[in-house]
């Protein structure tokens, strides 16, 4: 454990904050896909910064950082805003753990996200809603089981994995609505 005040780098906190993720990031024991996106911002976190005292990093460096994501990386203006916010999150999570004081992480949390039409970082485009004739053509050429799957997802707006996940006992049928209670 380190204390409050302390001089550490960056490549110490990343370190300490990877042993947290990848044991607050899992479902049924597993390692979870957000744990391994956490660990993407990291990579390249630690490539620019890694032998940074946390103490010199603020929200100047923040924001070249970001500027050598989108030089670097594919990544589109949403993914890169959502990666700045969970590097903003470790920083919270090791104020909490008196890793560093609270000051540098409320100071990160002043770099506002990028905007659409303001950064050269790409934008992707819109997820398009898929027309119910193209549904209704395509059910009855998938499986039974799939079919339905794609009913209810039409009925619910429920996500994909939210529909595989589904179990008959999650859903109490005993009545004319039908009421889905997940296990967790």
């Known amino acids: 454990k380190y204390l409050l005040g302390q001089p550490i780098t960056i490549n110490e906190l990343i370190y300490v904050y990877r042993l947290h993720t990848h044991s607050y990031y ?3 024991g597993v390692v979870t896909r957000e744990a ?4 993407d911002a990291l990579r390249i976190f630690r490539k620019h910064y890694g032998k940074t005292q946390l ?3 603020g929200p100047v460096a923040l924001k070249d950082l970001r500027e050598k994501m989108i030089s670097e990386l594919d990544w589109s203006r949403k993914y890169l805003n959502k990666q700045v916010s969970r590097l903003r999150s470790m920083f919270k999570w090791a104020a ?3 890793i560093l004081d609270a000051s540098i992480s409320l100071a990160l949390d002043r770099l506002a996200g990028l905007k659409r039409g303001r950064t050269k970082a ?4 819109p997820i398009r809603v898929v027309a119910d004739a193209i549904i209704e053509k395509t059910l009855p050429q998938l499986p039974d089981t799939v079919a339905d799957m794609v ?6 707006s429920a996500r ?3 529909i595989c996940s589904l179990a008959p006992g999650d859903i109490d049928r005993s009545d004319d609505v039908w009421i889905y209670r997940p296990v967790e």
């Open 160 to 162: 994909p994995g939210e």
């Open 96 to 98: 909490a753990e008196e």
């Open 122 to 125: 790409r934008e992707t485009s």
């Open 55 to 57: 103490a010199e990093f």
């Open 36 to 39: 391994y996106m956490i660990d």
């Open 26 to 28: 899992q479902k049924h």
């Open 151 to 156: 009913r209810i997802q039409r009925l619910t």
